[in-house]
């Protein structure tokens, strides 16, 4: 398949994928946002129902009035008409793997495999990218069943779970490929107990609600469980997509370390917001700037101090050649590199003006990351590196 045509299909799918994800996330918070605000029911008779709890709220000029039945309600059928939110979580992994198999597998030479890190084959590669997904979801899947009584135990084992994974896939895979497919895993457990615990658990429930029995809460409490977990994977799943933009965080040498720590980063926010309200939010104030003192001290440790100048000035006649060979085949008008349709990101560095307008886009990847070339798929050396950021610190001239 062309070049041309993967870069539509990445487009479209992408977009998919971004706005299925905006409707499973928006649900999934608007929902956990709701079960926390929930208020005991002012009316005896609506109790004596089975409503668990009541919220009202206003939003787009009208008023609404949510009530939450545990078990449906005492005294009248469930109606026939009931919504699932379940579509837009399986639109979201399915696009998601779509994406993966268009950008990541089809091009598994150039954005899956570092020779640096792992000589694979790119059959190797794609098979042990799917196949990560699938034990991810496997091993997640037990911790819950052994720990499910242990919920503090449960979190710290699935925390301590993921740092392993994002260790592991750090030496098997490209750096970035690494985080995304750390995203990945989070995504798919993510799918999975919407669809292996949360939807079955629901439907149960709904069976003996209707056959006239009285339902074994169980099924719920479960599903409950499995969405909190869904809601704070959020904010990890959603750095994963585009932490592609960040190499000084997975180019790294402690890139999975630093994926760990913004991870629980995002998990202390997603605490604090989740069990913000009147009765938590007083004992929850700490977990804001928790989550901005790890922020800070990743800023404090990424930084990476610039170079020393060249003694000698590095004339860009010399650097020319070194672009044209190592960066311009993929950054050009017209890609010479196979897989490439068009210059990643839109960045050209196919002539003198547009090398000196990218210069520092040229440092912060080529220079002090390695981030570029894509697994050094052009083999750009050390001194080429050096030869490029000596001539950026004595201004970037072309002339």
Not at 326 to 348: I, S
Request: glycine share 8%; net charge neutral.
């Amino acid at each position: 398949m062309s070049a041309y045509v993967l870069s539509w299909l990445d487009l479209l799918v992408r977009w998919l994928h971004f706005t299925a994800g905006v409707a499973w996330i928006g649900t999934s918070f608007y929902f956990v946002w709701l079960d926390d605000n929930l208020t005991r029911p002012r009316h005896e008779q609506d109790e004596r129902a089975g409503v668990y709890g009541e919220l009202w709220s206003v939003h787009g000029g009208g008023f609404y009035h949510n009530q939450k039945y545990l078990t449906g309600p005492r005294d009248e059928p469930l109606p026939e008409n009931l919504h699932w939110f379940k579509w837009e979580a399986y639109t979201t992994w399915l696009s998601g793997v779509a994406m993966l198999a268009i950008v990541y597998w089809a091009g598994a030479s150039t954005f899956l495999i570092d020779p640096s890190v792992l000589a694979l084959a790119p059959w190797q590669a794609i098979c042990i990218s799917f196949g990560s997904l699938i034990a991810g979801w496997i091993v997640y899947d037990a911790l819950c069943k052994l720990l499910e009584k242990q919920p503090l135990v449960l979190g710290a084992a699935v925390f301590a779970f993921f740092v392993f994974v994002a260790w592991g896939l750090s030496h098997v895979f490209s750096a970035q490929a690494a985080y995304l497919h750390v995203g990945a895993i989070m995504g798919t457990i993510m799918v999975a107990n919407v669809a292996h615990v949360i939807i079955p658990g629901q439907r149960k429930m709904l069976a003996e609600i209707r056959a006239g029995r009285q339902p074994d809460p169980r099924p719920g409490m479960l599903g409950k469980t499995r969405s909190v977990h869904n809601t704070y994977l959020t904010l990890p799943v959603l750095f994963t997509m585009i932490s592609a933009h960040y190499p000084m965080a997975y180019q790294s040498r402690y890139g999975w370390l630093i994926l760990a720590a913004l991870g629980l980063a995002g998990v202390m926010v997603r605490y604090f917001f989740i069990l913000s309200h009147e009765r938590y939010g007083k004992r929850l104030v700490w977990t804001l700037p928790a989550a901005a003192l790890v922020l800070i001290a990743l800023c404090a440790l990424l930084v990476v101090p610039r170079p020393a100048v060249s003694t000698s000035p590095v004339p860009f006649a010399r650097v020319a050649p070194i672009v044209a060979a190592r960066c311009a085949v993929c950054h050009a008008a017209h890609p010479t590199e196979p897989g490439f349709a068009t210059a990643p990101n839109g960045v050209l560095l196919d002539t003198p003006a547009h090398i000196q307008a990218n210069a520092q886009r040229i440092e912060a990847e080529a220079v002090t990351t390695h981030a570029m070339p894509l697994g050094n798929i052009t083999g750009m050396t050390q001194h080429e590196r050096d030869e490029l950021g000596a001539w950026i610190q004595e201004g970037a001239k072309i002339r």
